[in-house]
Nanobody
Framework: QVQLVESGGGLVQPGGSLTLSCVVS????????MGWYRQAPGKQRELVAD???????NYADSVKGRFTISRDNDKNTVYLQLNSLNSEDTAVYYC???????????????WGQGTQVTVSS
């Protein structure tokens, strides 16, 4: 059984930071690409960042320079470091595993249950 379990969300003030984690089980983690998506109320789910099995990363323009995706293959975990947060970053953040992470969420990817990030003073 494949499981992706996100953690690390919460309430943070503008300008603050959070680190999200996604622990993966049931697949050979190191050969999968991993992505972080987010979905704000009333909006479509969007790709925030992804990292392939070789460690190459991509970021949405809206988070470049503020967010950092990384992975630890020994711990079967992918991370998303969120810095300089603002209200527009408020969303549910989901991690996904797939052979290739696509900008459009792929229904056949493996998904976590999501973790809420709220940026508010």
């Amino acid at each position: 059984q494949v499981q992706l379990v996100e953690s690390g969300g919460g309430l943070v003030q503008p300008g603050g930071s959070l680190t999200l984690s996604c622990v993966v089980s049931g697949i050979i983690f190191k050969i999968y690409s991993m992505g972080w998506y987010r979905q704000a109320p009333g909006k479509q789910r969007e790709l925030v960042a992804d990292i392939n099995s070789g460690g190459m990363t991509n970021y949405a323009d809206s988070v470049k320079g503020r967010f950092t995706i990384s992975r630890d293959n020994d711990k079967n975990t992918v991370y998303l470091q969120l810095n300089s947060l603002n209200s527009e970053d408020t969303a549910v953040y989901y991690c996904a595993a797939d052979w290739i992470i696509l900008p459009t969420p792929h229904k056949d990817a493996y998904w976590g249950q999501g973790t809420q990030v709220t940026v508010s003073s």
